[in-house]
């Protein structure tokens, strides 16, 4: 199975930017073999970010992404789905899902990866995930409580069904409107990836308008 490191090493040569009118299929992004059904608002153009907490490359999209994210109107639906592809993969999904329960998703997202990435904390079980979440005005009990929430576990299978149904290889991936991917080989490099979403977007715009 190809990973992260395969799909950054591919992506390493910078592809042309993207435009709404020249995106190349196949070149710029793939399709889905089977779209996906989206969560956004009427409305509205999902754009999906499929990651996981401890590949050093989502890592590094997460300051051009966001500053990307920063800028889209309110047509644009932005969330984030953790991959599933077992071991710590899956056990970091939990720790997503969980601390959204919690209402500190948000707030603990880049911490989360600082502390992976940076400090060398591996948070893959549930002693360290409820040490590391309860500094977020949530005791360690709350955390394991929510790290064993039907809820969660809800949430975790339905995201392991969507990577099923987008068969997907390795991570970091941008999904635009259920249909369209975008990785690091097709976009060129990470910093591309946000650009090359934007005129998705834009292309999924122009279709409705049609």
Request: proline share 4%; net charge negative; aromatic share 8%.
């Amino acid at each position: 199975m190809l990973q992260s490191a395969v799909l950054a090493i591919a992506g390493l040569g910078l592809a042309p930017l993207a435009t709404a009118d020249n995106l190349v299929e196949g070149q710029h992004y793939e399709k889905l073999p089977e779209p996906i059904e989206t969560q956004a608002g009427e409305g509205q153009v999902e754009v999906t970010e499929v990651f996981w907490y401890g590949c050093p490359h989502c890592y590094n999209l997460e300051e051009p992404l966001n500053a990307w994210v920063a800028e889209q109107s309110d047509d644009v639906a932005f969330n984030r789905m953790p991959a599933t592809m077992g071991g710590d993969w899956n056990t970091h999904a939990v720790m997503f899902y969980a601390a959204e329960e919690l209402g500190i998703r948000e707030e603990a997202h880049a911490d989360i990866f600082h502390a992976i990435h940076e400090e060398g904390q591996r948070l893959n079980n549930a002693d360290s995930i409820a040490r590391f979440l309860s500094q977020y005005d949530v005791s360690e009990e709350e955390v394991r409580q929510a790290l064993d929430a039907f809820g969660v576990k809800s949430q975790v299978n339905k995201a392991h069904a969507r990577m099923r149904t987008m068969r997907l290889m390795g991570v970091p991936a941008l999904v635009v409107d259920g249909r369209y991917l975008v990785t690091p080989s097709s976009a060129g490099s990470l910093e591309n990836m946000p650009q090359v979403a934007g005129a998705l977007v834009e292309r999924v715009r122009q279709e409705r308008e049609d």
